[in-house]
């Protein structure tokens, strides 16, 4: 592994990073009233996007589908039974409440997760059509639904409205 593929992986982790983190500044600006603020971290966040993209194309750690959701299950199980699991130990220890719930409904839906790709891992190798259908994610804990959004979400509560149709 060259130097300049390293980096490559280190600076797409960062501006990964970056990308999320202007967004939740970008909400926290609105909320402070100051929508010209949120529109330029929106702009950055766009652009870390593409910064983040070119190093991971060029790190070549895009593969085909049928081998990306192999790697997306292998790190969606790692996370629900390995990384979440002892995480969520250390903050019961530690009487973190607040971490505790993130690690939980986190811990829980990359269990679902791993469960669609799989689902559709097995589709895709058995050239099967993958079934056309919606997804709804819960804003609250990101809890991960086919099909039509529950009346609550059975992971954290939160009602049918905090649902976000993806297409
Ligand atoms: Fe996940
Ligand atoms: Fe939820």
Same mark, same amino acid.
């Given at each position: ?30 909320? &402070?009233?100051?929508? %010209?603020?949120?529109?330029? @971290?929106?702009? !950055?966040?766009?652009? *870390?996007?593409? +910064? #983040? ?40 220890? &530690?009487?973190?409440? %607040?971490?505790?719930?993130? @690690?939980?409904? !986190?811990?829980?839906? *990359?269990?679902? +997760? #791993? ?53």
């Amino acid at each position: 592994m060259s130097a300049s593929n390293n980096n490559l992986k280190a600076a797409f982790a960062g501006e990964s990073q970056a990308n999320r983190r202007y967004l939740a500044f970008a909400k926290k600006a609105e909320d &402070e009233g100051l929508p %010209q603020i949120a529109v330029l @971290f929106r702009a !950055a966040a766009e652009a *870390e996007t593409v +910064h #983040a993209m070119n190093h991971l194309r060029i790190a070549g750690e895009i593969g085909m589908t049928i081998s990306n959701l192999d790697e997306a299950i292998s790190g969606e199980t790692f996370e629900f039974t390995k990384m979440y699991p002892e995480f969520l130990e250390v903050s019961k220890q &530690e009487r973190n409440k %607040q971490a505790e719930w993130s @690690f939980n409904v !986190a811990n829980q839906v *990359e269990e679902i +997760h #791993a469960e669609l790709f799989q689902k559709a891992l097995n589709a895709l190798k058995a050239n099967e059509e993958v079934p056309k259908t919606d997804y709804y994610v819960c804003k609250v804990c990101g809890n991960t639904v086919e099909n039509s959004a529950p009346d609550r979400c059975s992971i954290c509560g939160a009602p049918h409205a905090q649902f976000l149709k993806v297409t």
